[in-house]
């Protein structure tokens, strides 16, 4: 990671945007910001937590190891908070890793920063509650999927749920570039898998693919494949 100079507004900082005015001198003096390269480590699971981070611009891949295998938890955007799954009373490492999926810039703070943070901005603390429990629903739900909808369903779910998050450009392709091994660690199956659905579903004229670019033909038919639970 490469410490910035660049002096970053605060309107894509989730700290910044829930904290009382006063307490912005404060995040200016103890924030420092990083440029990360496409495809560079934030943080590795097992890493000692020393802080937070949140995410300014680009996007960032949470995952970990699962077996010899590799799962994708979430993707922090632009506006996210990073790292929050290391803060734990009995565990001071990370507990996930975090890697950039493009140019990307994040801000750090210290855990001791960050805690008397928490205890200075009560509207904060009620976001940052509020983001855990929504994060936590979205992996319960990702865990039914895993276990009881087919991988062709699963998929599918996984495009719409990136044209909701991401968006799509003027031609209709995703704003997401994602590599099958990607797609695979997501959804929770195989590189050749993926690659077997994603030709299915171009012949099914659901969708049309380009190298890492999905262009979304039809949400119609995205959406009945993934409430098909066969």
């Known amino acids: 990671m490469k410490l910035s100079k660049k002096n970053y507004p605060s309107k894509n900082c989730f700290l910044c945007n829930n904290c009382v005015q006063e307490w912005l ?103 940052l509650m509020l983001f855990f429990a929504d994060e936590l629903q979205e992996s319960e739900l990702k865990m039914r999927d895993i276990a009881h909808i087919s991988v062709k369903a699963r998929l599918a779910n996984a495009l719409l749920f990136f044209e909701k998050k991401f968006g799509t450009d003027e031609n209709d392709v995703l704003r997401i570039e994602l590599s099958k091994q990607d797609f695979a660690a997501f959804i929770g199956t195989t590189y050749e898998t993926v690659s077997r659905m994603l030709s299915e579903l171009t012949a099914e004229k659901a969708v049309q693919v380009s190298k890492r670019k999905i262009k979304i033909l039809s949400l119609e038919k995205l959406e009945a494949l993934a409430k098909n639970e066969d």
Do not use: C, M, Q
């Open 25 to 127: 001198l404060a995040i200016e003096a103890n924030r420092f910001i990083y440029e990360i390269k496409k495809g560079e480590s934030i943080f590795k699971e097992g890493d000692k937590v020393e802080g937070i981070y949140f995410v300014y611009a680009g996007n960032v891949k949470v995952h970990k190891k699962w077996g010899s295998k590799e799962l994708i938890l979430r993707f922090a955007t632009e506006g996210t908070i990073l790292g929050h799954r290391g803060i734990s009373s009995h565990n001071n490492t990370y507990p996930i890793s975090a890697t950039a999926l493009e140019n990307s810039t994040v801000a750090f703070i210290s855990l001791d920063f960050f805690n008397t943070t928490i205890k200075i901005n009560p509207d904060f603390t009620y976001r």
